[in-house]
């Protein structure tokens, strides 16, 4: 495009040039060149009773082109100076294609405080706010809509939606989710969910080693990854198994174990409210992925690569700038990253 251009600017500098010499009464060197060669093929003259030749009669100039005549041709003369300027606007009159305006969203909302309906009936909660704040990094418009659980994955496949983001959990081996199937691709996680261990403020919590453990109390919920984790990595502590992770929570808070081992993100939230006052976090996160998994990711159609990469680079960006760790803090009092 820009060698068309740069190529039509010439040839309208050479034809300018041309004109103006025609207008001043000077000769162009091809038509001299045609003339010359025009006189050398015309037959010899007969001499007359004398021998002389005639004399060739004189040649007179065409009459120039008038300045009138000049501007009915209409040829605009070049300015150098604005050629890159003119070569770029017409590049950016090049068509790209349509961005994609609106992506719809699909969640559970039935799983707080990850997505749910808050007083006014509007969805909310940390999948939906983090979504929205992906959305607007990405300038692009989302419209949430809820959709039952078993019902997520079947409504993205058949075009319901253009993206599934409720909390669900990235496939590991020997970890089948609903995003396991085929079709389906997933961002980066989004979240992690580790187990963590739990205790009461004012105890010195013992070191979280095998043999530190050792005899210790810990609380969990019968049947969960957290007691078959806590069971295998310290052996030698003494597991007391609650029907339930709330059960377990009250144990701890009434002395009944020396430790709580749960969901981190669960203890986030129930040490940052009234009812978790009691007790706090310590010791690292554990994030064995055969227990604990990868953590949650978006889930999209696998022919949406290009939608799944703006998802993560918007991620990426949000975290960077701290826009993660205030939303995670207003539901967890702390990054769940």
Not at 228 to 244: G, H, I, W
Request: charged share 25%; glycine share 8%.
């Amino acid at each position: 495009m820009r060698f068309l251009l740069y190529a039509n600017l010439i040839a309208i500098v050479l034809l300018a040039g041309s004109l103006a010499r025609l207008y001043e009464g000077e000769r162009l060197p091809w038509l001299e060149h045609r003339q010359e060669n025009a006189v050398a093929e015309l037959p010899a003259p007969e001499t007359g009773d004398e021998g002389s030749v005639p004399a060739p009669a004189a040649h007179e100039p065409s009459s120039p082109l008038t300045l009138e005549q000049i501007m009915a041709l209409q040829l605009p003369l070049p300015n150098p100076e604005r050629a890159p300027a003119e070569a770029e606007a017409v590049a950016k009159f090049v068509p790209e294609p349509e961005p994609r305006r609106e992506i719809v969203i699909l969640t559970e909302g039935a799983y707080p405080p990850f997505n749910y309906r808050d007083g006014s009936d509007a969805l909310a909660g940390f999948d939906v706010e983090l979504s929205r704040a992906l959305c607007e990094r990405m300038k692009v418009r989302c419209r949430f809509v809820d959709v039952p659980w078993d019902r997520l994955v079947p409504a993205l496949r058949q075009g319901d939606g253009d993206a599934i983001a409720a909390s669900m959990l990235i496939p590991s081996p020997g970890r089948e989710t609903p995003a396991s199937g085929d079709g389906l691709i997933l961002t980066d996680r989004y979240y992690s969910t580790p187990g963590r261990f739990a205790a009461r403020r004012n105890a010195v919590p013992p070191a979280a080693t095998p043999s530190g453990l050792a005899g210790r109390s810990i609380a969990v919920q019968t049947g969960s990854i957290h007691q078959a984790y806590a069971a295998t990595r310290f052996p030698n502590a003494k597991l007391e198994t609650f029907p339930s992770l709330e059960e377990a929570k009250t144990a701890l808070a009434a002395g009944e174990a020396d430790l709580l081992f749960a969901d981190r993100n669960a203890l986030l939230r129930w040490t940052s409210s009234g009812a978790g006052v009691c007790c706090r976090l310590v010791g690292p996160d554990y994030g064995d992925v055969a227990y604990f998994g990868k953590g949650a990711a978006i889930v999209l159609r696998e022919e949406d690569a290009a939608l799944r990469d703006a998802f993560d680079a918007a991620l990426d960006a949000a975290i960077a700038d701290g826009t993660y760790a205030r939303i995670s803090a207003k539901y967890f009092s702390g990054s769940i990253y």
